[in-house]
């Protein structure tokens, strides 16, 4: 079947690891069969070559038309012509799909074009043309903590990361109580109209039914009695311990213990108005491709990155992957009777040969997830050096769990979410399931923690300062890990949990999950919709 333009050359080359001249695919392109010539390049073409060039190609195709073509009779011969094959024309520049990159670059060290240059070329495949000029482009990353890890596990290490915590989050809450620490508590007469701002130190019910909610700050720990016929009770319901929140209520006479009137999350405010990028583009956000495991679903991996080389797709210029690349070895009990690859460097690479597949011209942002090659204790950094450079397809940026990723001035948070799993266990099932993850994610979001519980299922690193605080409200709050599809907006927030690209495994079966596989959300950035493309 005869190749689609250069665009598709350009994706061959790409699938098989090679970088290519401007000049080499035009040469390809304009030869009568590009398929088979594209083919002859492929096998007489070293492994080690990173870039394909124009010399490369007129190497193997001279060589081929000198083995085959008949020498011209001398009376047809004309002065000045050369006895090797005819110069291919290039007087009409064609304008190909270069992937994004720099030509004679090889994998990692992509270019950045002037400003004012357009660094997307048209594409001559039907008439698809990737829309926006990547001068027009603008990516940072917040809150990477790879690298920056200080925890030693010590003692201290517990107690600065939840005073860190409670630092950030009481500047939250200071504002809407006059609250005061723990200890004055103690001293006030019954009677008192108290406040106080705390970390949910222990919750539990009473005989009457009634909810008793111990708060803790630096100072030492308070109860406070939540009446089960006051109307705002239900919020007892969506607490974890190690939260912040802020109670008010008065003192009983003895002031030993103070009924609640009131109590506040750190929340979002419902003031917050989300950003939008200033021209029509989009962002795929995806999770969990699990390369490595029996299940992967290879054949709906391809159509979706062959989907992103369509006309359909011509806006999407940035792809983020939320965690869990690739299946893992050891992360639950007989995972070694559910691999494919059962060599963790080895999924590596065949995680960045599927990467390969998608277009180079993309920019990529990754995070780990649990099922990756990092430290399970949240957060986590970045891949190592040699992990890096095992994923260098199309030079993507690797940043740690959470990260925050600006794009084009929305911001995008990116959590793996293995708290989810908490969150959806303590929690009753109208505020937070696996149907619908995103419920989940608005609790997250209320408490403005990613992970607020400490000692559960969520392992959590003990650090100088909490990385896991939402200090600012993101526009877009992005997580992966539970394996289902769902997104919403809560407070103008929005949130997307994607899905993955595993079907259902025997382990999955055991704990009734039946995952959301083969999808892709897309997110306009210039209005926050989303439209989710299924490709299984």
Sequence with gaps: MPLEGPARIVQQLTAHGYNAEREAVTLLASRPDPTQALDRVLENTPDETLVIGAKDVERVLDAETEST???????????????????TDTSRKTEIDTAGQDPTASPGERTTDSPGEAAVDAVETGGFERAGDRSQRDIA??????????????????????????????????????????????????????????????????????????????????????????????????????EVIAMEGTLADDSGIAFVDSMYSPDVPRTHEPKTADRHVEAALISDVHVGSDEFMADAWNDFADWLHTEEAQHVEYLCIAGDMVEGVGVYPNQDEELDIIDIYEQYEAFNEYLKRVPGDLDIVMIPGNHDAVRLAEPQPGFNEELRSIMSAHDPQIVSNPSTVEIEGVSILMYHGVSLDEVIAELP???????????????????RHVAPQFGGHTRLAPEEKDHLVMESVPDIFHTGHVHKLGFGKYHDVLAINSGCWQAQTDFQKSVNIDPDSGFAPIVDLSTLDVTVRKFS
């Excluded at 939840?162 to 609250?179: C, P, T």
């Excluded at 099932?429 to 408490?447: G, I, N, R, V």
């Design 69 to 87: 073509r008949e020498i011209a009779p001398p009376s047809e011969s004309k002065a000045g012509t050369s006895d090797s094959a005819p110069a």
């Design 141 to 242: 990353i917040r809150g990477d903590m790879t690298g920056e890890s200080t925890g030693t596990g010590e003692y201290r290490d517990f107690i600065a990361v939840f005073r860190d915590r409670l630092d950030k989050l009481s500047s939250k809450l200071s504002g809407r109580v006059n609250h005061r620490p723990a200890s004055s508590i103690e001293s006030m007469p019954g009677g008192s109209d108290v406040a106080m701002i705390g970390l949910v130190n222990d919750i539990r019910s009473t005989a009457s039914g009634h909810w008793l909610v111990e708060l803790e700050d630096t100072t030492g720990t308070f109860p406070f009695l939540v009446m089960k016929d006051r109307e705002y009770v239900d919020l007892v319901d969506e607490l974890l311990r190690d």
């Design 429 to 447: 099932s109208e505020k937070a399931s696996y149907d619908e993850p995103h419920k989940a994610m608005y609790q997250l979001l209320k408490k």
